[in-house]
């Protein structure tokens, strides 16, 4: 079965200094990652995505996660957070060929604090 | 431009009700999708048309039924309304099938008493 895991419900992090939000998944096949933000009443919003290639993903924001296949992970990460970039994040998965179905985490709500 | 618009933004409605919401998109994907975010913010996938044809149901009530008249609109219809049915309904496109990134609308949030 495939699933997706972010297991923090919330971080918390100062402006201007480096966030990481956790992502782990589980998937049969060649897994195709993706992290998406949510602002209040709004939409989600595509950030970035891993399909193949270079494990180190660059998206919107200046925000980057790291592809790692021995632990299973995709860690959203930004080197300095803005108090803009307090939001919901959700990673998903999808399993290639799978019709495009996504495979959503539970969410992890980013508060950056001045 | 809004790429993926969604309508009503918000529903209030009574328990037994039947109501509809309506998706458009104007990026020219061949793939639509419903999806539900409960209280929890949890998201989950209901449907997905591509072409206008149904490639996914996930186990959802046959109280919820969508229709796809062109590529462009994907429309939801629920009938006799629960409690548990309020949420926020979110309307998806994407290019294709393949590992393509999904666009999202602003989501309806329906509530119903």
């Known amino acids: 079965a495939q699933s997706v895991a972010q297991p923090e419900d919330q971080v918390n992090v100062a402006e201007g200094n480096p966030l990481t939000v956790k992502c782990t998944y589980s998937v049969s096949g060649n897994p195709y990652l993706f992290w998406y933000v949510q602002y209040p009443n709004r939409g989600l919003q595509f950030l970035l995505k891993y399909i193949t290639g270079d494990n180190l993903v660059k998206g919107s924001y200046g925000f980057e996660a790291e592809f790692n296949k021995s632990q299973t992970s995709f860690h959203l990460k930004k080197p300095s957070a803005l108090v803009s970039d307090s939001a919901l994040y959700f990673c998903a998965v999808q399993r290639g060929n799978n019709f495009n179905k996504f495979y959503f985490g539970s969410g992890t709500k980013l508060n950056v604090k001045p | 431009d809004t790429a993926v618009s969604q309508t009503p933004k918000y529903l209030v409605t009574q328990m037994g009700n039947d109501k509809s919401i309506k998706c458009e998109q104007n990026l020219g994907h061949d793939t639509m999708y419903w999806y539900k975010q409960d209280s929890k913010k949890f998201l989950k996938i209901m449907f997905s048309?591509?072409?206008?044809?149904?490639?996914i149901n996930e186990t959802v009530p046959n109280r919820f039924s969508p229709k796809s008249p062109d590529k462009a609109h994907l429309n939801l219809h629920i009938n006799s309304l629960e409690l548990g049915d309020s949420a926020v309904y979110f309307c998806?496109?994407?290019?294709?099938?393949?590992?393509?990134?999904?666009?999202f609308g602003p989501g309806t949030r329906l509530l119903v008493l």
């Open positions: 998806a496109s994407s290019q294709g099938t393949g590992q393509e990134t999904q666009y």
């Open positions: 048309y591509n072409n206008k044809e149904l490639i």
